[in-house]
């Protein structure tokens, strides 16, 4: 943690645009206006000069710093909880283990800021510039990261499941131990970021950029990732290197058929459905796990459920009626584990239909098996109900 630097050079005017444009009420447009002492919580400081001062361990929730000029300020242990930073020129301030949960950091510069250890837990981070940023160990589950800039940033060991990160730029941030679980980082940039030990499970990476990532791993460790993580069309994550974890994903609808039959890896095989429910939205995964090694399989679909012995297989078809197959080469999966993204505007049955709000739609995945001479299996099935 930085030491508070003397207040002496409080007066040391930073420029900031919103104070250039006089936006701030009465204050001159050459500053900001000075600080209102002592700092209470729902109180508006906007648009104050705090450059170079200390709010270390200062309990002020739900304060209003916005376009306040917090440069290389002191917030460390403070607890700012719901506090508003939108516009704020926060670059080099320290918020070292700070409460800024539900925090509003839109447009806010905090370029080379350290956060190490804070918690950002639900905050708005909408195109803020964290440029050189230290989130090491900050808590930054569900934040808003929207094109927000954290090139150069270290998360290193940062928990940040369920964040949104889509159109932000990582290039070259360090997200080593980081978990990613769940994030959603449509668009993102991540070139030449590092991401040794970095979990990515259920993460979705479409249409981002992973052009030169790196996991070290010949000195750490591979990243991980499971089926229902979803990478650019141009990236695999088997040719990087990356280690594929066979578990299960949080899901929608409701499994049936469980347990399935055992393979040889003496595991049932087992489907889960993820993304949205809603038909207009055309966003389902299917994923499938605990299959047999290098053996190849794909999905099916029906609108009718069932469950009958299939010869020449270990399992049970938990379909019946107009099954259709997700079997062209791109669908094809193949074990331990494989996921795909389905059209729901044009299912495959016979013939093919779009499925609607209000359908009812069931999944098993099949697939090839020695158990212990040739035959196939099937997992267990889960059916949808689509919105």
Same mark, same amino acid.
Do not use: K
């Given at each position: 943690?930085?030491?508070?630097?003397?207040?002496?050079?409080?007066?040391?005017?930073?420029?900031?645009?919103?104070?250039?444009?006089?936006? =701030?009420?009465?204050?001159?447009? !050459?500053?900001?206006?000075?600080?209102?002492? *002592?700092?209470?919580?729902?109180?508006?400081?906007?648009?104050?000069?705090?450059?170079?001062?200390?709010?270390?361990?200062?309990?002020?929730?739900?304060?209003? %710093?916005?376009?306040?000029?917090?440069?290389?300020?002191?917030?460390?242990?403070?607890?700012?909880?719901?506090?508003?930073?939108?516009?704020?020129?926060?670059?080099?301030?320290?918020?070292?283990?700070?409460?800024?949960?539900?925090? #509003?950091?839109?447009?806010?510069?905090? &370029?080379?800021?350290?956060?190490?250890?804070? #918690?950002? =837990?639900?905050?708005?981070?909408?195109? /803020?510039?964290?440029?050189?940023?230290?989130?090491?160990?900050?808590?930054?589950?569900?934040?808003?990261?929207?094109?927000?800039?954290?090139?150069?940033?270290?998360?290193?060991?940062?928990?940040?499941?369920?964040?949104?990160?889509?159109?932000?730029?990582?290039?070259?941030?360090?997200?080593?131990?980081?978990?990613?679980?769940?994030?959603?980082?449509?668009?993102?940039?991540?070139?030449?970021?590092?991401?040794?030990? !970095? #979990?990515?499970?259920?993460?979705?990476?479409?249409?981002?950029?992973?052009?030169?990532?790196?996991?070290?791993?010949? !000195?750490?460790?591979?990243?991980?990732?499971?089926?229902? &993580?979803?990478?650019?069309?141009? %990236?695999?994550?088997?040719?990087?290197?990356? &280690?594929?974890?066979?578990?299960?994903? *949080?899901?929608?609808? !409701?499994?049936?058929?469980?347990? /399935?039959?055992?393979?040889?890896?003496?595991?049932?095989?087992?489907?889960?459905?993820?993304?949205?429910?809603?038909?207009?939205?055309?966003?389902?995964?299917?994923?499938?796990?605990?299959?047999?090694?290098?053996?190849?399989?794909?999905?099916?679909?029906?609108?009718?459920?069932?469950?009958?012995?299939?010869?020449?297989?270990?399992?049970?078809?938990?379909?019946?009626?107009?099954?259709?197959?997700?079997?062209?080469?791109?669908?094809?999966?193949?074990?331990?584990?494989?996921?795909?993204?389905? #059209?729901?505007?044009?299912?495959?049955?016979?013939?093919?239909?779009?499925?609607?709000?209000?359908?009812?739609?069931? %999944?098993?995945?099949?697939?090839?098996?020695?158990?212990?001479?040739?035959?196939?299996?099937?997992?267990?099935?889960?059916?949808?109900?689509?919105?």
């Amino acid at each position: 943690m930085r030491t508070a630097l003397p207040l002496l050079l409080a007066s040391i005017p930073v420029p900031h645009p919103a104070w250039a444009q006089g936006s =701030c009420g009465s204050c001159p447009s !050459t500053g900001a206006c000075p600080p209102i002492e *002592p700092i209470n919580p729902f109180t508006n400081h906007s648009c104050e000069n705090h450059s170079f001062h200390t709010h270390a361990s200062e309990v002020i929730p739900f304060v209003d %710093f916005s376009r306040a000029n917090l440069f290389a300020s002191d917030f460390s242990f403070a607890d700012a909880m719901g506090g508003d930073f939108s516009g704020a020129d926060a670059r080099c301030a320290d918020f070292f283990n700070a409460e800024l949960s539900g925090s #509003d950091w839109i447009g806010a510069d905090c &370029t080379d800021a350290s956060f190490l250890l804070a #918690d950002i =837990c639900s905050a708005n981070l909408t195109g /803020a510039n964290l440029t050189g940023a230290g989130l090491g160990g900050a808590e930054i589950q569900f934040a808003d990261l929207r094109d927000a800039v954290l090139v150069d940033a270290d998360l290193t060991a940062a928990p940040c499941q369920n964040s949104t990160f889509a159109g932000a730029d990582l290039t070259r941030a360090v997200l080593m131990t980081a978990n990613l679980r769940n994030c959603i980082l449509r668009g993102a940039t991540l070139a030449d970021a590092q991401m040794s030990f !970095t #979990d990515v499970s259920d993460a979705d990476f479409s249409d981002a950029d992973l052009s030169g990532v790196t996991d070290l791993a010949t !000195t750490f460790g591979t990243a991980s990732y499971n089926p229902c &993580t979803q990478f650019p069309f141009n %990236f695999d994550p088997v040719a990087a290197g990356w &280690t594929l974890v066979p578990s299960p994903c *949080p899901g929608i609808g !409701t499994s049936y058929c469980s347990p /399935a039959a055992q393979n040889s890896t003496g595991r049932p095989g087992s489907i889960t459905a993820t993304g949205s429910p809603v038909a207009a939205q055309n966003d389902l995964t299917l994923a499938a796990f605990d299959l047999p090694p290098s053996q190849f399989g794909y999905f099916l679909t029906s609108q009718t459920e069932g469950q009958n012995g299939v010869p020449g297989s270990s399992g049970f078809i938990c379909l019946a009626g107009n099954i259709g197959r997700f079997s062209t080469p791109p669908q094809i999966i193949q074990g331990p584990a494989g996921s795909i993204q389905i #059209d729901l505007a044009s299912m495959p049955v016979n013939p093919p239909q779009a499925a609607l709000p209000g359908e009812t739609w069931n %999944f098993q995945c099949w697939y090839r098996d020695s158990n212990p001479g040739p035959t196939s299996n099937f997992t267990d099935a889960v059916s949808v109900t689509l919105l």
